[in-house]
C-alpha cells in the first residue's frame, strides 16, 4: 500500500512537473515522500513567500509547464498570499498546495486550522478542496487545466493531512491525461480582415507587445511582423525581451510621442491598466486594434475598434498574411528612433558621471554594459527607483530573459525568482537587480541558494533609502518631515558572506566591473554592494495613479 501524497507526486509527475518549490510542514509532508519516488527535485526556502514567488518564475521560464508551491496549514499558507497575488495580477500559471488539519476534525479547531479556499478565492482562477484521496489526481487535474487555459493564473487545492496521508493502492488508480492546455485559437477572419484595413490606412502605427504575447510565446511572430510591416515596437510586462533589444523596430524611449502621434495602436497583450493611464494615454480618435487571450478583455478601460481573440502569435502571422505587404512603416520608425537617438546623447553625462558616492545612472550603465557581454543571461530586476532607471539603458540578452514582478510591483521576488532561473537553466548566468529596500524582503534566500549551491549574483544600489517613496514625500511634505523612508547604508555584502556567499562593496565607480566579474567567478551566491547618490529631490511624474 502507498499513501495519497504518492498519488499527488505521480500526477504532478505525469503533467511535467520537474520541481516543487516549499517550506517544511507537517501537514503536507506525504507530497515531498511521493517526489522522491518520481524524482521531482523539492526546494525548500525560508519564508513560504519565496516559495510561491519561485514557482511564478518556474511557469514564466517553462512555458507550457505549471509551476508548483507547497505549503503548510495556517501561517504557512498565508504567508504564501503575496507570491499567489502576485502570480494572479501577471497572470502565471501556478499550482499551489495548501495543507490542512484533518478532516475528520473539521471546524473543532485543529492545529493551524482556517479557511484557505475563501482566503484564496478572490486571487486565484480557481481554489478548492480535495476529501477523498482516491480522487487527489483528478483535482490536480483540474486546477492545472485552469491555471493553463484561457488566461493563466494561479490554482490553490487544499488536502487534510489525513486525507493525503491515508493509505491507498496506485495500482487500482487510473491518472487523468494531462495535455497542452493553452490558447491556440485564432480569431475570425472577418476580424483579421477589419485589422488589416486600419494598418494599411495608418499614417503611424505603432505595437505595444506585452504579457500576453509571452504566455502565447508569440516573440517569433512579433518578429515577423515588425520586419516586413517595419512598425515600431514597443514592450511593457512580460512583453520585454519578445522582440531583441538590438532589432531596429524596438524602441523604448520615445513611448510618449509616439502614442501622442498613433492613428492606429495594435495593443498585442498589453492591457489599458495604469501603465497605459487606463486608456488615455492613447489619443481619442486613434484606432485601437487590440489582440488578447479572452474576450473579456477586449475593450476593457476603453473600446477596441477592431478585437481579435486567440493566440497572439497566431494572430499576428494571420494579419501579416492578410496584409500582404501592403504596410510599410518606415518613415515613421525613423522619425522615432532621432527622438531615440537624442534621449540617449542627453543621458550620455550620467551615464559616465565619476560622481562619488556613485551616480545611479553610472551603476546602471556599469551593469547594462556587463549584460551585453553575455547573449544568454536572466536578469531580474527587484527594487523600486534603481530598476526603473536601469530599464532606460538595459537591454534584455538576445538569447536572454528579463523578469521583474509585474503590475502587482511586488518587492522581494528578486532571489525567489533567481532560484528558480537557476534550477531551471544550470548552465545560464544569473543576475538580480536589487533596491536596498527590496533585498531586505527575502535576501535570506541567499542561504537558500548557498544550500543549493546555485551561484546567482546581486547587485545592490544602496542609498540607504526607499527612493521612490522619499522623494514625492520630500515634494509634498517638505525634506524636514522625512517619515519611514530612510534606510542605513548597511553592509549587505556582509550578510550574504556570513550565509555562505561571496560579497563585495564598491564606493567607486570604477571599481563595479570588476567587482561583478569577481562576484561571477566565484563560482557561488553572491552580492555586490554598491553605495550610491541619494536623491532627495522631487521626482518627476508617477506611476501611483
Known amino acids: ?189 472577418a476580424s483579421i480582415c477589419a485589422a488589416a484595413d486600419l494598418l494599411r490606412s495608418a499614417r503611424a502605427p505603432m505595437v505595444m507587445a506585452g504579457t500576453a504575447l509571452k504566455w502565447s510565446e508569440g516573440g517569433p511572430a512579433l518578429r515577423r511582423f515588425a520586419e516586413a510591416t517595419h512598425v515600431p515596437v514597443f ?28 492613428d492606429v495602436v495594435v495593443l498585442a497583450g498589453t492591457p489599458l491598466d495604469f501603465r497605459m493611464q487606463y486608456g488615455a494615454s492613447i489619443p481619442a480618435d486613434a484606432k485601437i486594434v487590440q489582440l488578447d487571450l479572452d474576450e473579456t478583455l477586449i475593450g476593457q478601460n476603453r473600446s477596441a475598434t477592431v478585437g481579435l481573440v486567440g493566440n497572439l502569435g497566431a494572430n499576428l502571422d494571420a494579419l501579416l498574411a492578410e496584409l500582404d505587404g501592403a504596410v510599410d512603416a518606415s518613415d515613421h520608425s525613423t522619425s522615432l528612433r532621432a527622438i531615440e537617438d537624442a534621449a540617449d546623447a542627453a543621458l550620455a553625462e550620467q551615464l559616465d558621471s565619476d560622481e562619488v558616492p556613485i551616480d545611479p545612472m553610472r551603476l546602471c550603465r556599469e551593469i547594462a554594459d556587463f549584460i551585453a557581454t553575455d547573449d544568454d543571461m536572466i536578469v531580474i530586476g527587484d527594487g523600486g527607483d534603481i530598476v526603473a532607471q536601469a530599464s532606460k539603458v538595459l537591454k534584455v540578452p538576445p538569447n536572454g530573459t528579463w523578469m521583474d514582478p509585474g503590475p502587482l510591483g511586488t518587492l522581494g521576488v528578486g532571489m525567489p525568482f533567481a532560484l528558480a532561473a537557476q534550477i531551471a537553466n544550470p548552465d545560464r548566468r544569473v543576475m538580480i537587480i536589487y533596491g536596498d529596500g527590496s533585498f531586505g524582503l527575502n535576501g535570506f534566500e541567499y542561504d537558500t541558494a548557498v544550500r543549493f549551491g546555485l551561484p546567482i549574483v546581486g547587485v545592490v544600489g544602496n542609498d540607504a533609502a526607499w527612493g521612490q517613496m522619499m522623494r514625492p514625500q520630500a ?71
Open 1 to 189: 500500500m502507498s499513501h495519497g501524497g504518492r498519488l499527488a507526486a505521480k500526477a504532478l509527475k505525469a503533467a511535467g512537473v520537474e520541481c516543487v518549490f516549499t517550506l517544511s510542514g507537517g501537514h503536507v509532508m506525504g507530497i515531498y515522500d511521493g517526489c522522491i519516488d518520481e524524482g521531482i527535485r523539492v526546494v525548500d526556502v525560508r519564508h513560504e513567500q519565496a516559495a510561491t514567488h519561485a514557482a511564478d518564475a518556474w511557469a514564466r521560464l517553462n512555458p507550457g509547464r505549471v509551476g508548483v508551491a507547497i505549503l503548510t496549514a495556517g501561517p504557512g499558507v498565508t504567508d504564501g498570499v503575496t507570491g499567489v497575488a502576485n502570480a494572479w495580477r501577471a497572470n502565471s500559471p501556478i499550482l499551489v498546495f495548501g495543507g490542512q488539519g484533518p478532516f475528520n476534525n473539521l471546524r473543532r479547531g485543529s492545529l493551524q486550522e482556517m479557511d484557505h479556499v475563501s482566503l484564496m478565492r478572490p486571487i486565484t482562477k480557481w481554489a478548492d478542496a480535495c476529501y477523498e484521496t482516491s480522487r487527489i489526481g483528478e483535482y490536480i487535474e483540474a486546477g492545472i487545466r485552469t491555471a493553463m487555459s484561457g488566461v493563466p493564473g494561479p490554482a490553490f487545492l487544499e488536502i487534510p493531512m489525513d486525507v493525503l496521508h491515508s493509505p491507498i493502492d496506485l495500482d487500482q488508480i487510473t491518472l487523468p491525461a494531462f495535455r497542452d492546455y493553452r490558447v491556440a485559437s485564432t480569431a475570425p477572419a
Open 475 to 545: 515634494m509634498i511634505y517638505g525634506q524636514d518631515r522625512l517619515v519611514a523612508t530612510e534606510l542605513s547604508p548597511t553592509r549587505y555584502d556582509k550578510v550574504v558572506e556570513a550565509l555562505g556567499g561571496h560579497g563585495e562593496h564598491v564606493t567607486e565607480p570604477g571599481e563595479i566591473a570588476d567587482a561583478l566579474e569577481r562576484a561571477f567567478a566565484s563560482g557561488r551566491p553572491a552580492l555586490v554592494n554598491v553605495e550610491m547618490r541619494k536623491d532627495v529631490g522631487a521626482m518627476k511624474g508617477s506611476t501611483y495613479v
Open 235 to 262: 514592450t511593457n510586462g512580460m512583453g520585454r525581451g519578445q522582440l531583441p533589444m538590438n532589432h531596429p523596430q524596438f524602441f523604448n524611449r520615445s513611448r510618449k510621442q509616439a502614442l501622442a502621434g498613433a
